[in-house]
């Protein structure tokens, strides 16, 4: 009988700090959606047509798509990076077209271990 609790207890416990949920991992695109609309979009789309194509699942667990504008902003960039750093569902991080964002955290980036990836690299 006091297993039954013991069990019971554990997943009351679980519950109510979220552990039983259905992990959900995140992409995050970090773009200009203001000034550079139509790269950043199109962007999107690229990694959208590729999610859909995976059902939007990676290993089993459902992957959501969030977009970040930084505006062309070096500093926005950096409290975007900030933000995705601390978050433990992110697998990897998309730029945009600018490069001054990205060239300007590359320490940053390397020291948080971010799994970055550059679409629009010529």
């Avoid at 552990?19 to 959900?24: A, G």
């Avoid at 790269?39 to 999107?44: H, K, P, T």
């Avoid at 970040?68 to 750093?85: F, V, Y």
């Amino acid at each position: 009988m006091k297993k039954r609790f013991i069990i019971l207890g554990i997943l009351l416990g679980c519950s109510l700090y979220g552990w039983t949920e259905t992990h959900r991992y995140r992409i995050y695109l970090d773009a200009d959606f203001t000034g550079s609309r139509s790269s950043s979009l199109a962007i999107e789309q690229g990694i959208r047509t590729a999610l859909d194509m995976a059902d939007y699942q990676i290993g089993g667990k459902p992957v959501d798509l969030i977009r970040m504008d930084h505006r062309g902003n070096s500093r926005q960039s950096l409290e975007n990076l900030k933000a995705i750093e601390l978050d433990a569902g992110a697998l990897a991080v998309f730029c945009g077209l600018h490069s001054p964002p990205v060239l300007a955290h590359l320490d940053f980036i390397h020291e948080a271990q971010l799994l970055f990836l550059d679409p629009w690299a010529a």
